[in-house]
Each structure stands twice: as C-alpha cells, then as structure tokens.
Antibody, heavy 120, light 109 residues
Framework: EVQLVQSGAEVKKPGESLKISCKGS????????IGWVRQMPGKGLEWMGI????????RYSPSFQGQVTISADKSISTAYLQWSSLKASDTAMYYC?????????????WGQGTLVTVSS | SYELTQPPSVSVSPGQTARITCSGD??????AYWYQQKPGQAPVLVIY???ERPSGIPERFSGSSSGTTVTLTISGVQAEDEADYYC????????????FGTGTKVTVL
C-alpha cells in the first residue's frame, strides 16, 4: 500500500527556521517525483515545487522559488520542505504528494498534511 | 500567470446530478485532473486525463472535455460527496506544470 506520512504540526515564531518531512512507503521511493502543495487557511491548492528523489532533481514554482528549499534523503525514503526564516504568511497546511508514473502531470497519492502556524 | 476558473459553489439534492466546470485557455492542449477534498482531509484524485477514473472511485464520478472547458459530473449525488473539488492542469508554456483551479464547494441539500 502506497503511503506518504508527514511530520506533525508545528508552531513557530516569525524569523525561525523549519524543516518538515514526508516519508514514502509501499513503492520505490526513488522512482517517483514528490511534490509539495500549500493550502492557506480557507483557500485553494498551490503547487510549490517537486523533487525526484533518485537524483534530487528539483523544480520550483516561480511563486515559491527562493522562498523555500525542497530536498530528499533517498536512504530513508523521505522528502523535505524547509524555510530559513518563516513569516506569518507561511501559516498554512502543507501537503506532499506523489507524481503519478506517467509523463502527464498529476498527483496520485497525497500525505495527510502538516499544519504550520507562524505567530509571534 | 495561468488560471483555471471554477464556480465557487454548486448545490444539488441527493440523487440528482452535479456538474462542476473548469475553464482555462490551455485545456484544449492539456489534460485535466480532478481532486476531491473533504473537510480536514487531504485531496483525493477522482479523475485523471480528463475522463479516466482511478480504481476505487465510484462510477458516479465522470469527466469530460470540450474546448477550453472541462467538466466533472457526479451522477446520483450522495451526502458523502459534499466536499471541495479542484481541477488541475498545466499551462501551455511548461512554466507551471501543476496549476490548480479556484475550487468548487459542492453542497448536498
């Protein structure tokens, strides 16, 4: 069974750093792209970026380039999303999702989400 | 930037048919995908490549495409179908391979 299990909710202050995780299981982690998607409170879905754990090839949405860093550790089947200096506007639910095994761009499995709250 | 436009809300009585549209200029050239998101849950893929249904998704969910508009149809709506629905596609330039629609709240009356 394919599973993406994300790390737990975080409460941080503005200016702090953060790294959240997404652990894949039930499939070959290095053979599928993993994407990150933001959902701000009461809002829609926004694609942030994507990484291929096999070689760490990473692509970012223009809206998020330079704002976050996506990485992966294939030895432990885990992808990461990190911030060096959080802002209140980073408060959101963050989902990781597996890119389907196809040249067409969509996500077939999603993690349960990690809620990040940034408040002073 | 590329946008996919959906109606904010659709209301339907149980057993009736709900139709959710998604409009975008690149849709004649790019496939569309649909996700269902229930409150407090992660999105779930319900339609891929305009009209294909993943295993485990009920047959009452179907998709179609015509020009710059794609449509998700839920036939014989059930109370459990009350959720937010998002379309997703890619822009024609390749800059944004994952563009989500604005989302539609389906309310079962």
């Amino acid at each position: 069974e394919v599973q993406l299990v994300q790390s737990g909710a975080e409460v941080k202050k503005p200016g702090e750093s953060l790294k959240i995780s997404c652990k894949g299981s039930g499939y070959s982690f290095t053979s599928y792209w993993i994407g990150w998607v933001r959902q701000m409170p009461g809002k829609g879905l926004e694609w942030m970026g994507i990484i291929y754990p096999g070689d760490s090839d990473t692509r970012y949405s223009p809206s998020f380039q330079g704002q976050v860093t996506i990485s992966a550790d294939k030895s432990i089947s885990t992808a990461y999303l990190q911030w060096s200096s959080l802002k209140a506007s980073d408060t959101a639910m963050y989902y990781c999702a597996r890119h389907a095994v196809t040249t067409f761009n969509y996500f077939d499995y999603w993690g349960q989400g990690t809620l990040v709250t940034v408040s002073s | 930037s590329y946008e996919l436009t959906q109606p904010p809300s659709v209301s339907v009585s149980p057993g009736q048919t709900a139709r959710i549209t998604c409009s975008g200029d690149a849709l004649p050239k790019q496939y569309a995908y649909w996700y269902q998101q229930k409150p407090g849950q992660a999105p779930v893929l319900v339609i891929y490549k305009d009209s294909e249904r993943p295993s485990g998704i009920p047959e009452r969910f179907s998709g179609s495409s015509s020009g710059t508009t794609v449509t998700l149809t839920i036939s014989g709506v059930q109370a459990e179908d009350e959720a937010d629905y998002y379309c997703q596609s890619a822009d024609s330039s390749g800059t944004s391979p994952y563009v989500f629609g604005t989302g539609t709240k389906v309310t079962v009356l």
